[in-house]
């Protein structure tokens, strides 16, 4: 059973980056033909796919969020990181990580339980 866990700040200020780390147990990440996703929901609203890295490492970004978003991963500890540039209180949403069979819609296979970010100052 692959089990994913969010962890990071749950409070970010304004103009600063965010940065969450995805644990994976269960299965390894450069396992092939897997997506490891970020995936945000704001309050009020329906999910957003933001970005993932591929087994290969090869990395895939959403157009509207592309200049400020990273991800990679460390194969050693078996984790994912997302960073968030320039975040303002529009970036504020509970955060999920998650395991995509491809880069379609609705691929996804494993979920983390999602973290709450909030951006104020």
């Known amino acids: 059973q692959v089990q994913l866990q969010e962890s990071g700040p749950g409070l970010v200020k304004p103009s600063q980056t965010l940065s969450l780390t995805c644990a994976v147990s269960?299965?390894?990440?450069?396992?092939?033909?897997?997506?490891w996703s970020w995936i945000r929901q704001p309050p009020g609203k329906g999910l957003e796919w933001m970005g993932a890295?591929?087994?290969?490492?090869?990395?895939y970004y959403s157009p509207s969020l592309k200049s400020r978003t990273s991800i990679s991963r460390d194969t050693s500890k078996n984790q994912f990181t997302l960073q968030l540039s320039s975040v303002t209180p529009e970036d504020t949403a509970v955060y999920y990580c998650a395991r995509a069979i491809g880069l379609g819609p609705d691929e996804y296979d494993y979920w983390g339980q999602g973290t709450q970010v909030t951006v104020s100052s």
């Open positions: 269960g299965g390894s990440i450069t396992t092939n033909y897997h997506y």
């Open positions: 890295i591929a087994y290969s490492g090869s990395t």
